[in-house]
């Protein structure tokens, strides 16, 4: 039920600017992505319309995003594709609170998902007949505007990206994307540095296991490396040291994301001192201790 609550708050706030919508039920077909003369219970929807009257107030009061947030409303209409319910002044469909964009009123791919059903023949034609997805819908579109056909996010995509059958064969049984290899080897195919890491003398055991995706996404990244977040962030997610005496935990340029003098580029993160992959230093060194503290620390 609760994934319904989105469509429910559209619907009612359909009804409620009846005013402003010439035919609130045609508002409703063009964001589910119905043809215009598709057939609809139009007694039914009153019914719900006149039953979800509290819940318009409970959304809030759109115009208030609108108000407070006028440049980037203003941005976003300018650009090419516009999501619908950003073009019609809907933002409590999606956000709970206009003073913090990031409460949303669900979270995941409850809200999109409640409108953009993934059985819609149109999105399994677009995603390969997958039905099901691992991860967010904003990974590879963007809820707002886009510069792109179907919202895709402008920046930041794998170039396999354009071609799906390059890595995926479609569906798997239960709905969700199958590769046509295990993902190290499609990985691989494009990638050839992965197999010459194994000739190294050691290999991070996430490679050797094939988890490339845990640390890269293969789809859309803003981060370089299409890293799924700052290495900091996702290295400790296995590497979970902070209180052993590592040395980033007092090391100010490691806390501060930069680096302000030695060979080291400008981030400085945990690949700044280890190799991601492979290498034949102990933990991954970039080179030994010693040597590797005096690229930055002249003595």
């Known amino acids: 039920m609760k994934s319904l609550i989105p469509t429910l708050i559209l619907m009612t706030l359909c009804a409620a600017g009846a005013a402003a919508e010439p035919n609130s039920f045609d508002a409703l077909k063009e964001l589910l992505g119905l043809a215009p003369e598709a057939a609809v219970d139009a007694k039914d929807m009153k019914i719900q319309f006149a039953a979800l009257a509290a819940s318009a107030k409970k959304a809030g009061n759109t115009d208030l995003f ?160 299409l890293f799924q977040a700052e290495p900091q962030q996702f290295c400790r997610e296995c590497h979970n040291i902070p209180d052993r005496g590592h040395p980033f935990g007092k090391h100010r340029s490691f806390k501060e994301g930069t680096a302000s003098k030695g060979s080291l580029p400008a981030s400085f993160d945990c690949t700044s001192c280890h190799r991601p992959h492979s290498g034949e230093v102990p933990n991954l060194l970039r080179a030994p201790r010693k040597e590797l503290c005096l690229n930055c620390h002249k003595m």
């Open 66 to 225: 609108l108000q407070k947030h006028p440049q980037e409303a203003a941005k976003l209409q300018a650009m090419a594709v516009v999501h619908l319910p950003v073009k019609r002044g809907w933002c409590s469909v999606c956000h709970a609170s206009a003073d913090d964009a990031s409460v949303m009123n669900e979270e995941g791919n409850g809200l999109c998902l409640a409108c953009h059903k993934p059985a819609n023949p149109a999105l399994m034609k677009a995603h390969m007949g997958v039905t099901k997805f691992s991860d967010k819908c904003t990974v590879c579109h963007n809820p707002h505007a886009s510069s792109e056909a179907k919202l895709l996010q402008p920046q930041g995509q794998h170039p396999a990206f354009s071609s799906c059958e390059m890595c995926h064969s479609g569906p798997s049984t239960d709905g969700e994307p199958a590769l046509k290899k295990p993902l190290r080897e499609a990985c691989q195919m494009c990638h050839p540095q992965i197999e010459e890491a194994f000739k190294d003398k050691i290999v991070h055991g996430a490679l050797r296991m094939g988890m490339c995706a845990a640390c890269h996404n293969p789809h859309f990244s803003p981060r370089r490396k």
